[in-house]
């Protein structure tokens, strides 16, 4: 297992769609893996296998709290198949955009189908906080970011301090 390095804003990967696995062998274990030990190490509730730089659809999410034990979830070509018409509203973040943080409204509880690392076919019902780490998670694998439901006055101040942060990181 390896921990590998996350992508951050603005590269432009992160607006890429990824694509769908064909099989699920042993190389999609390790990558879940190291997705998992990345994660664990940043430490966040959810990567999109976009954020280590890889445009494939795997997705790993564990919101058990800290006083919990970890409840990993794997999801490989995951697909929302139902959505509540009932929205909830999280402060979100991403590991993509460091200590940056705003409102998102979505649907408070979807059904999810996919394989996991496995290859066992899934099928899910998502409440709460893994509700809205998945929807954020496989809004990844669409290339789009949780800056994109804000408004866009407040989008363009974050994505311009992370592309001066960008440059003043090439120039040192
Ligand atoms: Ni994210």
Known sequence: MACRDIVILPDNILKKPSLAFDTIDGKAQDLANDMFETMYHAPGIGLAAVQIGLLKRMLVVD??????????????NPKIVWSSEETSEY??????????????????????????????????????????????????????????????????????????AAKQKDTK
Do not use: W
């Open 63 to 76: 919101v058990a709290k800290e006083d919990e034990p970890r409840d990993p979830i794997c999801m490989i």
């Open 91 to 164: 402060e979100e973040g991403c590991l993509s955009i460091p200590e940056t943080y705003d409102l998102v409204i979505r649907p408070a509880e979807v059904k999810v189908t996919y394989f996991d690392q496995n290859a066992a076919e899934c099928e899910r019902h998502c409440d709460g906080l893994l509700a809205t780490c998945v929807q954020h998670e496989i809004d990844h694998l669409d290339g789009i970011l949780f800056i994109d439901h804000i408004s866009r006055l407040k989008r363009d101040r974050i994505i311009k301090k992370f592309v001066k």
